[in-house]
T-cell receptor
Framework: AQSVTQLDSHVSVSEGTPVLLRCNYS??????LFWYVQHPNKGLQLLLK??????LVKGINGFEAEFKKSETSFHLTKPSAHMSDAAEYFC??????????????FGSGTRLQVQP | EAGVAQSPRYKIIEKRQSVAFWCNPI?????LYWYQQILGQGPKLLIQ????????DSQLPKDRFSAERLKGVDSTLKIQPAKLEDSAVYLC????????????FGNGTRLTVT
């Protein structure tokens, strides 16, 4: 079985300050990990993905995430928040289920607010 | 490239009525997914197609939900009869289905059941 825990349901930062969105995962096999962003009334957009290459992954819009196997974490960071970053962020794990089939599991999301 | 197209964007129906959603995936994408996203939660997989075959429908409430992808391209998801708890955003996504190819999502259909 696999699971994803996003440790904060809401995060509020000031514009220009760093962003940290936390994600822990559980997977029986070496997983692939993704971060998606969802702006209001929009579909989900891929920010970045980890697929067993470099542990520090750079994505779009200045976001990056570091895969830490020992901590089973895949936290999303950005050095300086912009107003346009306000959105819902989802951490996603893709691993092998008990059936042998690969499947995605979504976290419950973190709503990022950016204050002017 | 054109993205995943979904229609309608919004739908309001009364309980016990039926409703259908349509999805046109990115051209050439073999895998198509339907997700249900209840307010405040992450998306939950309803059904996954590989071309026109069903790969996973284990979480589809088959007594009221049905989906098809007859020609392996666009897809429809139907609810009959609808319940209040079906109020959600229904997201369609597609991918090439190869390796760890990412999912590309449509903007979703927001369903309100009154």
């Amino acid at each position: 079985a696999q699971s994803v825990t996003q440790l904060d349901s809401h995060v509020s930062v000031s514009e220009g300050t760093p962003v940290l969105l936390r994600c822990n995962y559980s997977s029986s096999y070496s997983p692939s990990l993704f971060w998606y962003v969802q702006h209001p009334n929009k579909g989900l957009q891929l920010l970045l993905k980890y697929t067993s290459a470099a542990t520090l992954v750079k994505g779009i819009n200045g976001f990056e995430a570091e895969f830490k196997k020992s901590e089973t974490s895949f936290h999303l960071t950005k050095p300086s928040a912009h107003m346009s970053d306000a959105a819902e962020y989802f951490c996603v794990v893709r691993g092998v289920m008990d059936t042998g089939r690969r499947a995605l599991t979504f976290g419950s999301g973190t709503r990022l607010q950016v204050q002017p | 490239e054109a993205g995943v197209a979904q229609s309608p964007r919004y739908k309001i129906i009364e309980k016990r009525q039926s409703v259908a959603f349509w999805c046109n995936p990115i051209s050439g994408h073999a895998t198509l997914y339907w997700y249900q996203q209840i307010l405040g939660q992450g998306p939950k997989l309803l059904i996954q197609f590989q071309n026109n075959g069903v790969v996973d429908d284990s979480q589809l409430p088959k007594d009221r939900f049905s989906a098809e992808r007859l020609k392996g391209v666009d897809s429809t998801l139907k609810i009959q009869p609808a319940k209040l708890e079906d109020s959600a955003v229904y997201l369609c996504a597609s991918s090439t289905g190869q390796g760890d190819s990412p999912l590309h999502f449509g903007n979703g259909t927001r369903l309100t059941v009154t």
